[in-house]
């Protein structure tokens, strides 16, 4: 009986053995069933291992995922002053030292006329003068003009003009920083970034913060460490401009043995291989094959058409080898985009790990088998 029992269970763990061997469960995918899958005739992707030699390759296929493709402004040099547009208010104030002066009492040597408002048409209206058009001409030239005119009726008298710029001549931050406002231009020399710094800076906690330029109904776009490090960005301002800040709003997933299982929002412009693993926490240790590390990317039906570079399927699969000096160099080169997934295959010594815990408790099995025998 008890040599009957000891036979029964060595049976079962051998077939049960067999049965998981090629089935053994798992929270990510081993490469070598990526690598039978892609080898597969009938395979619906295209796989490419990233080597040294396919980055120039895959650099000009066409671009995936979520792709603004905003254009942005140069930067060019504007005047320190400021010209009056339609909307400005204008305080002028008019000394005249006369006995008998058309602005004055004599108890009174200087008037105030406040908050004169440019018309639509460019021009103010002063009083014994009439209408006088102030538009584009500089605070100063302004004065001039209306200083030639008055002097016209009141010889004795001098001018003084202050302005106060209405919306032709302010901006609006909208969102993404200290203070959202609109902010007057002092000048035409006003820079983007000088709008952000007079707002307050870029709020903080801000990922990758991209700002959004809107000016004649179009929407240009850039991000702030762009801005930051190239001087030539930074452009001027126009009178009723709109400029936010916002995240940046593309995104990678990770999946199978990776430090976390997650959306990565990106956190610069361009995002390598080896910037988006330890973005998603690196491999696990005990789990990933460093030699399988999968990117999915799905491109559009138009980067498979005749005459165009790129890949010989839509959906496509790169592999890179971590533990290689070429791999580790190569997914520092190579560019995730928006919408990939990153998969961490499992090493195929964790299927042994589990062969070997099956196996042990079948050990478990026969003792007790053997004690029943007894």
């Given at each position: 009986?008890?040599?009957?029992?000891?036979?029964?269970?060595?049976?079962?763990?051998?077939?049960?053995?067999?049965?998981?061997?090629?089935?053994?469960?798992?929270?990510?995918?081993?490469?070598?069933?990526?690598?039978?899958?892609?080898?597969?005739?009938?395979?619906?992707?295209?796989?490419?291992?990233?080597?040294?030699?396919?980055?120039?390759?895959?650099?000009?296929?066409?671009?995936?995922?979520?792709?603004?493709?905003?254009?942005?402004?140069?930067?060019?040099?504007?005047?320190?002053?400021?010209?009056?547009?339609?909307?400005?208010?204008?305080?002028?104030?008019?000394?005249?030292?006369?006995?008998?002066?058309?602005?004055?009492?004599?108890?009174?040597?200087?008037?105030?006329?406040?908050?004169?408002?440019?018309?639509?048409?460019?021009?103010?209206?002063?009083?014994?003068?009439?209408?006088?058009?102030?538009?584009?001409?500089?605070?100063?030239?302004?004065?001039?003009?209306?200083?030639?005119?008055?002097?016209?009726?009141?010889?004795?008298?001098?001018?003084?003009?202050?302005?106060?710029?209405?919306?032709?001549?302010?901006?609006?931050?909208?969102?993404?920083?200290?203070?959202?406002?609109?902010?007057?231009?002092?000048?035409?020399?006003?820079?983007?970034?000088?709008?952000?710094?007079?707002?307050?800076?870029?709020?903080?906690?801000?990922?990758?913060?991209?700002?959004?330029?809107?000016?004649?109904?179009?929407?240009?776009?850039?991000?702030?460490?762009?801005?930051?490090d190239n001087p030539s960005y930074d452009t001027l301002l126009r009178g009723?401009?709109?400029?936010?800040?916002?995240?940046?709003?593309?995104?990678?997933?990770?999946?199978?043995?990776?430090?976390?299982?997650?959306?990565?929002?990106?956190?610069?412009?361009?995002?390598?291989?080896?910037?988006?693993?330890?973005?998603?926490?690196?491999?696990?240790?005990?789990?990933?094959?460093?030699?399988?590390?999968?990117?999915?990317?799905?491109?559009?039906?138009?980067?498979?058409?005749?005459?165009?570079?790129g890949p010989r399927m839509t959906r496509v699969v790169f592999s890179l080898?971590?533990?290689?000096?070429?791999?580790?160099?190569?997914?520092?080169?190579?560019?995730?985009?928006?919408?990939?997934?990153?998969?961490?295959?499992?090493?195929?010594?964790?299927?042994?790990?589990?062969?070997?815990?099956?196996?042990?408790?079948f050990v478990g099995v026969f003792n007790a088998t053997a004690s029943l025998?007894?």
């Amino acid at each position: 009986m008890r040599l009957f029992l000891q036979i029964l269970a060595l049976a079962s763990a051998a077939l049960f053995l067999s049965s998981c061997s090629d089935g053994l469960p798992g929270g990510a995918p081993v490469s070598n069933e990526i690598l039978k899958e892609a080898a597969a005739e009938n395979a619906d992707f295209a796989f490419y291992p990233v080597t040294r030699a396919f980055l120039p390759i895959a650099q000009q296929w066409p671009p995936t995922g979520k792709q603004e493709n905003l254009s942005w402004i140069g930067n060019t040099r504007g005047a320190k002053t400021q010209i009056i547009q339609p909307g400005d208010r204008l305080t002028l104030a008019i000394w005249d030292s006369s006995e008998n002066s058309l602005l004055t009492s004599a108890q009174q040597k200087q008037v105030a006329l406040e908050n004169v408002i440019v018309a639509s048409n460019g021009t103010i209206f002063m009083p014994y003068v009439g209408n006088i058009s102030v538009v584009g001409m500089t605070p100063d030239l302004a004065r001039e003009e209306l200083q030639s005119a008055l002097e016209a009726i009141v010889p004795s008298a001098q001018l003084q003009l202050s302005m106060f710029e209405g919306r032709n001549n302010s901006v609006d931050l909208v969102t993404g920083v200290a203070s959202p406002g609109t902010y007057p231009m002092p000048d035409r020399n006003y820079t983007v970034l000088g709008l952000i710094s007079a707002g307050g800076g870029v709020r903080t906690g801000m990922n990758n913060p991209q700002v959004r330029l809107m000016r004649d109904g179009q929407i240009f776009g850039t991000s702030v460490d762009r801005l930051l490090d190239n001087p030539s960005y930074d452009t001027l301002l126009r009178g009723g401009d709109r400029v936010f800040v916002e995240e940046d709003r593309r995104y990678f997933l990770s999946y199978g043995a990776a430090g976390s299982e997650d959306l990565h929002i990106f956190t610069k412009d361009n995002l390598s291989a080896m910037d988006a693993v330890a973005i998603m926490g690196g491999l696990n240790d005990s789990k990933a094959d460093p030699r399988g590390l999968l990117i999915l990317r799905e491109y559009p039906s138009s980067a498979v058409a005749a005459g165009v570079r790129g890949p010989r399927m839509t959906r496509v699969v790169f592999s890179l080898n971590l533990a290689t000096t070429d791999g580790i160099f190569s997914a520092r080169r190579f560019q995730v985009n928006p919408d990939d997934l990153l998969i961490a295959t499992e090493s195929p010594i964790n299927d042994v790990i589990t062969v070997a815990g099956i196996v042990g408790n079948f050990v478990g099995v026969f003792n007790a088998t053997a004690s029943l025998g007894n």
